[in-house]
């Protein structure tokens, strides 16, 4: 029979429609971040919703159903209580973005930091899901900054491979710098010293490549000469 209190059930319907807006917006925003800013921080905001939301969306509904379902006696307590579930539902529903959001700068500073300690083995570590052209963008944003100091949309290929290769710290490799930046230079066109934005993006992937396959090779040769002298 119709009762002439509130009741629970409008609480949980609202936590419902929240968290359909919650699914709509979650799907807009991986496919913007995907698309205009990174792959990888896109598929981990992806990961986190498939996780984090129907998990919230549980927890949030057994607290208003264990909260709700008792007390009714009282119906001026009972509306109070309602309406502070129904508060709780908007809070939640607020808590949910805000995770999302450091959920998603957290990912982004993380791979800005990976690429300063050592391009080289992002490189390596990216061999099965290569960087997309946005994130090779923060990349050579990233090392335009920490090879001179300044933004100026301009990288010297000696610059860049020398920084990439003291990242990775070993003396051997260190010594053969000349060699690799020589190496490099064959594969850009014209052997242009400097790249652009644009240049960058398209020389990327031969110019690490080039620079992993003389680690591999120096690191081989080092690990062949202790094996003989064993």
């Known amino acids: 029979p119709p009762v002439s209190h509130a009741m629970f059930i409008n609480n949980v319907v609202l936590v419902q429609r929240l968290m359909v807006v919650v699914g709509l917006f979650e799907t807009a925003s991986t496919s913007y971040i995907t698309e205009c800013i990174s792959t990888r921080v896109g598929m981990s905001l992806d990961k986190l919703a498939r996780v984090f939301v129907p998990l ?53 500073r993380f791979l800005r930091q990976h690429m300063i300690r050592d391009p080289l083995r992002l490189h390596m570590s990216a061999t099965h899901k290569p960087l997309d052209s946005n994130e090779v963008g923060i990349l050579f944003h990233v090392l335009d900054k920490v090879t001179d100091k300044k933004y100026d949309s301009i990288i010297k290929v000696k610059d860049m491979v020398m920084y990439v290769l003291k990242q990775v710290g070993q003396k051997e490799v260190l010594d053969s710098c000349d060699d690799i930046v020589a190496a490099v230079l064959e594969k850009i066109p014209g052997k242009r010293d400097t790249l652009s934005l644009e240049e960058f993006i398209t020389h990327h992937k031969p110019i690490m490549v080039e620079i992993a396959h003389w680690y591999h090779g120096l690191n081989f040769r080092d690990h062949d000469e202790v094996s003989t002298e064993d």
């Open 56 to 108: 919230d969306y549980v927890v949030c509904t057994i607290i208003i159903f264990i909260m709700g379902s008792s007390g009714m006696e009282d119906h001026k307590a009972y509306e109070t209580k309602l309406l502070v579930l129904e508060y709780l539902a908007w809070g939640n529903f607020l808590f949910v973005f805000v995770v999302g959001a450091l959920w998603c700068a957290y990912q982004y």
